[in-house]
């Protein structure tokens, strides 16, 4: 395992980053966290410690990364170095929603030099190669190795085109060794897949800012942006999945709808000869996908059946049964977003 660092984002990397605005004398210096990764309602603290050289107003803002201010502190101090502990806490007293929050130094002295730390748009963003990524079918342990700090999506799915569920949806992560376990099972539990000659899996990651901190616990439920962000990163090198409004930046959820069919005893759609199937996404994620551009993936008991490549909301499609033996069959839909979102469904029927 990579050993991690006391406080992050004190290296000289990081340092040669800071941005001033004011004439060489004045600075903040040594800034850093730790831990790296905290859980607030554990009653866990990130100590966000600095080290300036002049007496003056110091300001610490902690923000989202779209730029939401969650915390303020502001205090005269005094040459040296100084400690906050953050409780994961708004500045209404609440716990904050798990995901990156980001910490910004200010610092201004009587004879007006100023000074702030905020390398948000200068780093992060960068696609992180994973190290060791090995997977064990018996038990079902996948792990790996990140470099840095950063975001990590894990998908698995049959090659060459059928995804299954997504096992890390841009989940923020500490540098170093990491263990995922997976059932084997698809997103609805119904297809055992972990043994199947075709099983793939994609890993990919890209790295935090160097003043990122990772607040554990329950997500925020997704709700359109409504921030700009401090600072919109414009450097070339990133990885495009940066650019997106993290709020954003996920699998997309759907229903599969028959409206003609019978239901047995058990509740499962009756197909006929001929089907209508209608696909309808959450009225959160319709604008989400629409505005992208999705194509919409039909398989049966794994194997392909169809393609759109221009879905709409809702989309009808006209399923041709009659080739397939009686029995229970599984229906599995991909909407496939052009900038790299998804979302899966299955659903089992029975054909008389």
Request: with cysteine; charged share 25%.
């Amino acid at each position: 395992m990579a050993a991690a660092l006391i406080f992050s984002g004190c290296t000289t990397a990081s340092q040669a980053l800071l941005k001033t605005k004011a004439p060489a004398g004045f600075r903040i210096s040594k800034v850093g966290v730790s831990p790296k990764s905290f859980w607030p309602q554990k009653n866990e603290n990130a100590a966000i410690r600095w080290s300036q050289n002049y007496a003056g107003e110091t300001t610490l803002e902690i923000r989202t990364e779209n730029g939401e201010l969650i915390r303020k502190y502001q205090e005269i101090y005094l040459a040296g170095e100084h400690t906050i502990l953050w409780d994961g806490k708004n500045q209404n007293g609440e716990v904050v929603a798990g995901g990156i929050y980001l910490y910004v130094l200010s610092a201004a002295d009587a004879k007006g030099r100023e000074f702030l730390f905020d390398p948000s748009a200068d780093t992060g963003g960068e696609e992180l190669t994973v190290e060791k990524f090995t997977f064990d079918k018996e038990t079902g342990e996948l792990k790996f190795i990140l470099p840095r700090a950063g975001y990590a999506r894990l998908r698995v799915g049959l090659s060459p085109f059928m995804h299954l569920k997504t096992l890390l949806d841009w989940e923020p992560m500490e540098a170093g060794a990491h263990t995922i376990v997976w059932d084997g099972l698809d997103e609805s539990g119904t297809i055992k897949a972990i043994h199947h000659p075709n099983l793939s899996m994609n890993l990919a990651a890209f790295s935090l800012p160097d003043n990122a901190v990772i607040v554990q616990g329950p997500r925020k439920e997704v709700t359109p942006p409504s921030f700009a962000r401090t600072s919109e990163p414009k450097r070339e090198g990133l990885y495009f999945h940066v650019l997106h409004d993290r709020g954003q930046c996920r699998d997309i959820t759907f229903e599969i709808e028959f409206p003609d069919s019978q239901r047995n005893q058990e509740g499962l759609p009756i197909l006929k000869d001929e089907m209508l199937v209608r696909v309808r996404l959450k009225e959160s994620d319709e604008n989400f996908m629409v505005n992208q551009r999705f194509e919409v993936m039909y398989f049966v008991d794994t194997v392909f059946l169809y393609e759109e490549e221009e879905g709409q909301n809702p989309f009808n499609y006209i399923w041709d049964t009659k080739g397939l033996n009686p029995g229970e069959h599984l229906l599995t839909v991909n909407l496939i977003g052009y900038e790299d979102h998804l979302g899966v469904k299955t659903i089992r029927v029975i054909k008389k």
